[in-house]
């Protein structure tokens, strides 16, 4: 819904008819979504806003076949967030394909500016951003997401 862009002339003097060109243009708007049906509203609960396809939004951890996340704990998304918005915690595996795990991985999202550095910084592809952006917290503590929170679907 592009808008046209409108020169305006500040040599035109005040007067009675820039008031009724103001007038038609908001009766025009008024009427076009009154019967119409040109509104430019979303109705929030039943309809969903239309999102770009650039769109960043929640954080999701990926899992592997085993329902185990892919992330490596190579720290490449920490260090590359600029908001310095997630904490990593490494294990050891036992066995030796996959050397290490995360512990424990949480995402302030209150500190993230979702810029998406994270996913491109990540080597195994384990960590993507969502199209959802329906956030709403109580608590800050409920704004940190760990693995459970990361890891579970839609």
């Known amino acids: 819904m592009a808008i046209g862009v409108i020169t305006v002339d500040r040599n035109q ?5 820039p008031l009724v060109l103001g007038f038609w243009v908001t009766l025009k708007n008024f009427f076009g979504a009154l019967f119409l049906n040109r509104a430019s509203t979303v109705q929030v609960p039943e309809q969903k806003r239309p999102v770009s396809s650039r769109y960043r939004g929640i954080h ?9 996340p ?12 600029p ?16 050397e290490k795990y ?11 500016v979702y810029c998406g550095f994270c996913v491109d910084a990540c080597p195994k592809d384990a960590i993507w951003m969502t199209k959802d952006y329906e956030l709403s917290f109580l608590t ?3 704004a940190i997401y760990g693995i459970d929170k990361l890891t579970e679907k839609p």
């Not at 999701?60 to 185990?68: A, K, Q, S």
């Not at 908001?83 to 996959?98: F, N, Q, S, V």
């Not at 995360?102 to 993230?112: N, S, V």
């Open 13 to 17: 003097k005040a007067g009675v008819w």
């Open 60 to 68: 999701v951890l990926t899992e592997r076949e085993d329902g185990t």
């Open 102 to 112: 995360p512990t424990r991985f949480e995402i302030d999202l209150l500190r993230c």
């Open 83 to 98: 908001a310095e918005c997630i904490y990593i915690e490494a294990g050891e595996r036992e066995e030796k394909t996959i």
């Open 140 to 142: 800050r503590e409920d």
């Open 70 to 81: 892919k992330c490596v704990a190579c720290y490449m998304c920490a260090t590359v967030c």
